[in-house]
């Protein structure tokens, strides 16, 4: 049986965590956990992590002589209880990285070129502020736009907010903006996250195209592991041998960008079969006689000829799962933008949830609660004229957020009423993150003005006119994090040490630009600490408290976990009721049921690019963190064992890789020939092939899979762009 340590071993891909050696360095350890050294004297600051998104609570501890001897999670805390993941407890590189940013920079060359003289505080932000008030004298403040990814980009929204325009753009269009439509349109409600889903108690589990325990979404990993060692059952889709996969009772190696078709499949024989939860259907449920009639000719040998998942295999997973209902359920997932059908595809999931009737109920899905906390008395935001909705002139009916594509689009269009002129990016690595680049570059080159916000020169440094260094979230205070969970909790993130150099928190630097914007109302606080101090007094709590706990947890005030046996649950859709048929996508002229439409497949000679995430790096923000990339500094592509033999390739050989649009990879990447991924597929690792010098541990390393993807499928229902419909093939000497 697997326990947990073994699992977060396995997660680690075997390699292991980090500790503390005798100087403070981190050093790897082999069994894959953090060992915690006896060090007397030592201090320990709260925090919650941003080597990702998913915010565990953490204890930053700093010794006598000011330096930080390791971060270890907060046992009180549901998203990590009490361990970090690899990626977590290398932390302390964000905060060592010799390459970080820790003066501003004024651009001296042209565009894209990182070339920057230094520059005081006073005089970047003076020349923000004017440009700022130029831009919007000129076309108004709509016109300036911000993109956004982290915490920080809570303190910039608030001056966009002040300043007059709500044209923010979080990565909502290229993450899990198509899950939250496709659930609001069937549960009325989006998930959030953390997910919540029971998984510690869950029977069975169904993965698609899901690599927990890669991803390191670490509350969930661990609970995984917990319903492994409990005897549950995974099933995972994937045309790749995943870590999840491994776990898994089967492994189904779908064709890709067929899963609608398998989900349509497994909904046939729950029907067919009466395998569905019958009464729970019929309480809670509309649309159920439609989706029967949409889906009778939807055999599992239909789904075969076009998944290549053989019909004994579709029967007997959906019988796996309806047995455990509704202690099961389908993993919504969480990167989902990939064909451009991605918000009926999760309609589909969501309806198979349905059918299981495990929404409020054990091992299924249960009710979060986070806790309110209340918003500091600012004056009112002045009502901007226009925003994103208007650039979006009815596309997209459903899109809840922003779409960050359409600034850059808007950025580029030089004629149409509603026009982006200047953007503040923030933690946010476009031209690593945009799909599309050649459309990025000619957008950055048009802006009147960029401003970046980052700990690190990334590659987007080189597109500002100016260049604000962020310090570290373990030098500075952030909101308190309110993640909805079974309990609700806030947890506070202090600063452990002062700013290295120059560089400074966010809030500062939105506060100093309000202030020189004619905006002092919106920041009548001279310390961040302020606003918390008094956001806890009004919860109950105080810094002081704060500081001692790390985290806090409140009683529950929205009712039970779980849906009590007699209730009939209320759903926030016009119905009331989960909706499997949906009337409102009918009424916008979209397919009320899921349908699987073909995607195109390879032309001879090149491979479906299949991209994810390795646990010890997040995105292009982690490949330079010297701990991090002790554990792994490049991504390889992975290669079927019969493709390598046609293209005579070894594992450990460079190539270069060339998509359907002809366009190359920027730099060569490494081969590793592996039986674990489909024939007709390739995957790499998302992050790698920096191409900024002043990155030294990661420049050349590796290939970059967002420049390979140009071909961008834009989903018609919320605007996401689809990722996943790009090919590849290989150009062998790897000196051309
Ligand atoms: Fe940090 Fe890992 Fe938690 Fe992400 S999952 S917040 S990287 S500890």
Request: some cysteine; glycine content about 8%.
């Amino acid at each position: 049986m697997q326990s947990r340590r073994d699992f977060i071993k396995i997660s680690a891909l075997g390699i292991g965590g980090i500790t503390l050696g005798s100087q403070g360095i981190p050093k790897l350890l082999g069994n894959g956990l953090f060992i915690d050294p006896v060090v007397s004297g030592m201090k320990r600051i709260p925090t919650y992590c941003e080597v990702c998104f998913w915010k565990c609570a953490a204890w930053t501890h700093v010794d006598e002589k000011g330096k930080i001897r390791k971060i270890i999670g907060n046992d009180s805390d549901p998203h990590c209880n009490g361990r970090l993941c690899p990626r977590g407890t290398g932390g302390v590189g964000v905060y060592e990285d010799k390459d970080r940013l820790t003066t501003p920079l004024i651009r001296e060359g042209e565009v894209g070129s990182q070339r920057f003289r230094k520059a005081s505080w006073d005089e970047a932000l003076d020349l923000i502020a004017d440009r700022i008030k130029e831009i919007s004298a000129e076309h108004g403040p709509e016109s300036i736009a911000l993109f956004n990814h982290g915490s920080s980009g809570a303190h910039f929204t608030h001056l966009m907010k002040a300043m007059g325009s709500s044209n923010t753009a979080p990565s909502y269009a290229q993450c899990r903006g198509p899950r939250e439509v496709g659930y609001k349109l069937t549960y009325g409600s989006v998930l959030g996250s953390p997910e919540p889903l029971d998984i510690r108690d869950s029977k069975c589990m169904v993965l698609i195209g899901s690599h927990l325990g890669e991803n390191m979404h670490n509350g969930q990993v661990q609970e995984m592991a917990d319903m492994i060692e409990k005897g549950a059952d995974i099933i995972t889709v994937d045309p790749r041998y995943s870590i999840a996969a491994s776990k898994s009772k089967y492994w189904l190696p779908i064709k890709p960008a067929t899963d609608i078709a398998l989900l349509l499949a497994w909904i046939h024989v729950m029907i067919e079969e009466n395998l569905y939860d019958q009464d729970y259907v019929k309480n809670n449920t509309i649309g159920f006689e439609q989706l029967a009639h949409h889906v009778k000719q939807m055999t599992p040998e239909w789904a075969y000829g076009i998944t290549t998942i053989k019909p004994s295999m579709i029967r007997k997973t959906a019988r796996l799962m309806a047995a455990s209902a509704p202690a099961s359920f389908v993993h919504p997932g969480r990167q989902v933008t990939w064909y451009g059908d991605d918000t009926q595809r999760t309609r589909a999931i969501a309806i198979i949830n349905g059918l299981l009737g495990n929404w409020g109920k054990r091992g299924g899905f249960y009710f979060a609660e986070k806790v309110k906390i209340p918003k500091y008395p600012y004056p009112e935001y002045p009502t901007p004229k226009w925003d994103w909705r208007n650039i979006l002139n009815g596309r997209f009916p459903f899109a809840a957020l922003s779409i960050s594509n359409t600034f850059i689009d808007a950025t580029i269009d030089q004629e149409g009423p509603y026009q982006i002129k200047g953007w503040i990016v923030s933690g946010t690595n476009l031209p690593y993150a945009i799909p599309d680049i050649s459309k990025f570059e000619k957008a950055a080159q048009l802006a009147k003005f960029i401003v970046v916000v980052d700990t690190m020169p990334m590659e987007i440094t080189g597109y500002a006119d100016v260049v604000l260094p962020e310090c570290t979230y373990l030098e500075r205070y952030d909101d308190l994090r309110t993640s909805p969970h079974r309990e609700p909790y806030i947890a506070l993130r202090a600063p452990a040490l002062p700013p290295v150099g120059d560089s400074k928190p966010a809030a500062w630097m939105a506060r100093e630009l309000g202030i020189r914007l004619g905006l002092e109302a919106y920041f009548p606080w001279e310390k961040y600490e302020e606003v918390l101090e008094w956001q806890l007094n009004k919860v109950g709590s105080s810094l002081e408290e704060m500081h001692e706990i790390g985290i806090k947890r409140f009683p529950r005030k929205s009712g039970p976990l779980y849906q009590p046996e007699n209730e009939l649950p209320l759903f926030s859709t016009p119905s009331g009721k989960i909706e499997l048929y949906s009337q409102q996508l009918a009424d916008t002229g979209f397919d009320p049921l899921p349908n699987y439409t073909e995607h195109a497949t390879p032309p001879e000679g090149y491979y479906r690019l299949n991209y994810g995430r390795a646990p010890m790096h997040t995105f292009s923000r982690t490949s330079n963190n010297p701990y991090l990339a002790d554990l792994m500094d490049e991504n390889f592509v992975w290669v079927h064992p019969k493709v390598a033999a046609k293209w005579n390739l070894e594992t450990g050989q460079k190539v270069y890789l060339k998509n359907q649009d002809g366009v190359k990879s920027e730099f060569p990447i490494k081969v590793r020939v592996t039986e674990r991924i489909r024939w007709d597929s390739v995957f790499m690792v998302h992050g790698f092939g920096h191409s900024n010098k002043q990155l030294t541990q990661a420049v050349g390393k590796g290939a970059s899979d967002n420049h390979l993807i140009t071909d961008v499928k834009i989903d018609p229902i919320m605007g996401a762009t689809g990722m996943r419909g790009n090919f590849v093939t290989f150009i062998v000497d790897a000196t051309t």
